[in-house]
């Protein structure tokens, strides 16, 4: 029986992995019509164009041409592209590797893995290719705007021990970050509340109901109106830091989502989020061994 998660129909090309779709079970047509339907993002002629070129295949590494008739539950494999990517002018730097795990220290601006408008320009595509490492994988991710520590699994038989420990709340993570100080909040604290996704999808906030999100909060200097704090999630919830301090109060300087949306203009570099996924501390599930990786970049003075 055909695995759809481990594909062997396409290879990794310029560090991208093949994408994956499968045809519905009620069928009608042509593969290109459905593809052209159903990814308008890809023009018809440029569907057909990849077709021609082998670039599209089925799950039994068929070439599938422009003529070829819908079959029910087939998964196609292809190749995502993007036209004039804008380069993102930061470099991650690897601080440890091994057989099964890779560290990388990101930079503001990089997303972790491609969406939207990113794909060469993103971290795990880099990684791919500068190491040919086609299962590379995150383990864990951080917001495009967020600088510091990513984890990756370099294979896929010992992966789910490495995500069973955010699952399971057996990793310890620190960021840092600055924002306005406030003299009546009182600190160390823990802010507790229920994150969801508002209607806004790109956006989270928080509601009423039993707490989903908890993250433990310290001050580390404070000067005049700022201070710098050290933020450590017990929860992994979407963009939780962020929304967290804002309703506190305390907006991180350079947050271009919360309280209010304020996006930098596209190729704009120069307001970087300040916000650092400073350490990552865990017991090594496969060895036992204890590790710790610690970023070596810092966030900008307090103003």
């Known amino acids: 029986m055909h695995n759809p998660h481990d594909p062997k129909v396409l290879p990794m090309r310029a560090g991208v992995s093949p994408s994956c779709i499968a045809l519905p079970n009620q069928v009608d047509g042509s593969i290109l019509d459905f593809l052209a339907e159903r990814l308008p993002a890809v023009s018809r002629a440029d569907w057909q164009a990849r077709m021609e070129a082998g670039d599209v295949v089925d799950e039994h590494a068929q070439r599938v041409l422009p003529a070829r008739q819908m079959v ?154 700022w201070a710098r704090y050290r933020l450590m999630p017990v929860s992994g919830k979407r963009h939780q830091l962020r929304v967290h301090m804002a309703a506190l109060g305390l907006p991180l300087v350079g947050d271009t989502l919360y309280p209010e949306v304020n996006d930098a203009p596209e190729g704009d570099f120069s307001r970087p989020l300040q916000l650092l996924a400073r350490s990552l501390a865990f017991r090594d599930p496969l060895t036992g061994a204890q590790r710790g990786f610690e970023s070596q970049r810092s966030l900008n003075p307090l103003p």
């Open 72 to 225: 029910p539950g087939l998964r196609l494999y292809y190749y995502r592209t993007l036209e004039n990517e804008a380069p993102v002018p930061f470099e991650a730097q690897v601080l440890f590797r091994d057989e099964h795990l890779l560290v990388a220290d990101k930079p503001h601006f990089l997303p972790v893995v491609p969406a939207g408008r990113y794909l060469q320009q993103s971290l795990l595509v880099r990684l791919k290719r500068a190491f040919d490492l086609p299962d590379l994988s995150p383990i864990h991710r951080i917001d495009r705007e967020t600088a510091g520590l990513v984890l990756f699994s370099t294979q896929r038989a010992t992966r789910g021990l490495y995500q069973g420990m955010f699952r399971d709340r057996a990793i310890d993570k620190t960021y840092e970050a600055v924002a306005p100080w406030r003299a009546h909040l009182a600190f160390p604290r823990e802010h507790a509340s229920r994150l969801e996704e508002s209607a806004q999808f790109f956006r989270m906030h928080e509601v009423a109901g039993a707490p989903n999100s908890f993250t433990r909060m310290e001050v580390l200097e404070q000067a005049g109106d």
